[in-house]
């Protein structure tokens, strides 16, 4: 039988295809899957349109030629919402499209990443390339789906076929995420290198940091936000300076926060009552960078820019990529780390 199997994937990963089809891999039931990658290579394609990529049940990631034009597609079902598109890419109908003129005999990754929230009932799944030449990954989008399942469902890899839409490609490395953080080899290369994907290194960053500033200005601008000063791209405001004693990136601290998205009034993390303790250092570098500037019994806000944040990951169910945050933070007590 794993002969059969391993006949079959060498089948597909270099050979031309008959009909539109898809190659599922297994899946065990003990695996909980948050993200589906893989590598494309494009070899030849055909007079019209054709595709290759990877699939988690009905939403596709996917190179796609048409002639002479090419793109990279991040298809979803029609009952999704689109919370995010990258930069430059557009949205029509059920999909997100991001004119790229990929190479044939090029290698790409394509990453599907989830984020779900069981209690709310609704999911994240975020499309993703990988661009050789540049070391840096692209952002196509995110879409929300409620009510459908909460993991990485039906891995597959997916391509076009016909007289002419046949696509020669190979999809190797496949890989799913576990909830975890680890990662399982789904295909047949037998590799024991995990895929690196963290923390997304962006071809976008420049320009989103610049919307992102822009977004923040016209807030204070226009009194949505209060006026705010700036340390190292992180704009802050000191609401009690506190008066008890100072502390340093090295120390531990124990503080009540609440984490809201900018613009919005919902609190995603946090408590204004329970109070939690972090090594400082241990934190994303805004706080690092802000938090000692007050003394205990001090509080600050501080606004943060995507890119000083969680960037372009999904990272969680209500902080989808190129989220802004905004953080209240009140400091009880600090003491030395460890």
């Known amino acids: 039988m794993k002969l059969l199997l391993s006949f079959l994937m060498f089948l597909f990963s270099s050979h031309l295809f008959a009909s539109d089809s898809a190659y599922h891999y297994i899946l065990p039931d003990s695996v909980t899957a948050i993200s589906l990658i893989a590598e494309v290579n494009v070899k030849a394609n055909g007079k019209k349109e054709s595709f290759v990529g990877i699939q988690s049940k009905n939403i596709r990631l996917s190179l796609e030629a ?71 990954w692209k952002l196509i989008g995110t879409c929300r789906i409620n009510g459908e399942g909460f993991n990485i469902k039906e891995p597959a890899a997916v391509y076009s076929t016909g007289k002419k839409n046949w696509i020669d490609a190979s999809v190797t490395n496949v890989w799913v995420q576990r909830l975890a953080g680890s990662w399982k080899l789904l295909s047949n290369e037998n590799s024991t290198i995990r895929p690196l994907v963290n923390p997304l290194p962006n071809i976008d960053s420049v320009q989103q940091y610049q919307a992102d500033r822009s977004k923040i200005e016209q807030a204070i601008t226009s009194g949505k936000a ?24 090295a120390d531990s601290i124990t503080a009540k926060y609440q984490l809201r998205i900018f613009g919005t009034n919902e609190v995603i993390s946090g408590s204004e009552t329970e109070s939690y303790t972090f090594a400082l250092k241990s934190l994303i570098k805004a706080w690092q960078l802000a938090v000692p500037l007050i003394k205990t019994g001090g509080k600050i806000r501080l606004v943060i820019p995507s890119g000083l944040a969680y960037s372009i990951r999904t990272r969680a169910p209500k902080i989808p990529p190129n989220s802004i945050l905004e953080f209240d933070v009140e400091v009880l007590d600090a003491k030395p780390a460890g």
């Open 66 to 136: 048409d002639k002479k034009e090419r793109e990279v597609s991040f298809g979803f079902p029609k009952n999704a919402t689109v919370v995010i598109t990258g930069i430059n890419v557009a949205h029509e109908d059920d999909e997100l499209e991001w004119e790229f003129n990929w190479k044939n005999n090029t290698t790409y990754k394509l990453l599907i990443a989830s984020a779900a929230d069981s209690a709310e009932n609704f999911i994240l799944y975020s499309g993703y390339i990988y661009l050789p030449e540049e070391s840096k």
């Open 226 to 249: 209060d006026p705010m000063q700036m340390i190292e791209g992180v704009y802050y405001k000191i609401i009690d300076p506190g008066t008890g004693k100072s502390f340093s990136v």
